[in-house]
């Protein structure tokens, strides 16, 4: 039971961490506990960690990376194609990981746990046996 238990509490807390993070840029959280509280400001962010981007295709990396954190999360969350997804969502991260220690240092990365993030997610992904996921149910059909 500790291993259902523990996939589904990081099936939940890396779909929320995705969620929390696009709400965020998307101006969804007070002012006072944004890190970017617009589209604005992370785009702008989005330009610091993908300097080699020209400024027209830093609004493409921003909205692909948006898309995907929703689809990965949701998908997640539901325990949709939960494997598939959580090795995704581990790739997804050690990009942002490695973008943060080449543009801002490695500090941001650690104190922003991305590492942390992206090792749950692989984690995630080696689970086999499913536990309250849409997998669990489409197997049986």
Sequence with gaps: MILKIS?????????????????????MWSKEVSVWGDWTHFLEYTQILNPWAPKPLVS??????TVAEIIFAVCILVGFKT?????????????????????????????????????AAFAL????DTFLELDGYLKKE
């Design 7 to 27: 996939k589904l509490f990081l099936r939940v807390s890396i779909a929320f961490s995705f969620l929390s993070a696009v709400a965020d840029r998307l101006g």
């Design 60 to 65: 493409f990396l921003a909205t692909t990376a």
């Design 83 to 119: 494997q598939f997804f959580a090795r995704l969502s581990g790739y997804l991260m050690l990009l942002f990981a490695l973008a943060m220690c080449f543009t801002t240092g490695i500090k941001s990365a650690l104190d922003y746990s991305v590492f942390t993030a992206s090792a």
């Design 125 to 128: 992904s080696v689970f086999n």
